[in-house]
């Protein structure tokens, strides 16, 4: 069966926590048209605050993406990865995984913040939205409302 991934990375720092650049960065798509991708890969979006939040499109393995997917013949059992285990928010209650049927997507949105290991340089802040569909879709699929949402976005301040 088919399985789509597209992978949106979000990165910020404090500069964009208010007025203007909060404005941007918060009217950043959280699903994209999906380009021709090989199978075994997924369509990565990386969007950052240092270039406007202007969307750099790439492909990664599906092994590199923080999403465990297993078939289970009939559906699809999907669960984000928590990554790196030493960000913030603190996650001690996680979601069930998802089991999607063929046709239907999920869209799962995690957020962390993060210092440096001094506290030096201040925050940094990112929000990793994932969309996984099942089965055969359409370019524009992720452009569309999921079947599922599961926010697992926490307070970072």
């Known amino acids: 069966m088919d399985i789509t991934v597209q992978w949106i990375k979000t990165s910020w720092t404090k500069q964009s926590r208010g007025g203007e650049a909060a404005a941007r960065r918060n009217a950043a798509p959280v699903g994209f048209a999906l380009p021709q991708v090989p199978s075994g890969s997924a369509h990565f979006v990386q ?18 993406i923080g999403v465990s997917l297993r078939d289970e013949g009939d559906r699809l059992r999907v669960l984000a990865r928590v990554e790196p285990l030493f960000g913030l928010p603190p996650r001690p209650r996680r979601p069930p995984a998802v089991r999607l049927l063929p046709g239907q997507w999920v869209r799962w949105q995690l957020n962390y913040r993060f210092t440096s ?10 929000l990793d939205t994932f969309n996984i569909a099942y ?11 999921p079947t599922t949402i599961v926010d697992e976005c926490g307070p970072v301040r």
């Open 47 to 64: 969007m950052a605050e240092h270039d406007g939040f202007e969307p750099r499109s790439s492909q990664k393995d599906l092994r590199e």
């Open 117 to 126: 290991a001094l506290g030096i340089r201040g925050w940094s802040y990112w």
């Open 135 to 145: 089965g055969p879709v359409g370019r524009d699929v992720f452009l569309s409302e």
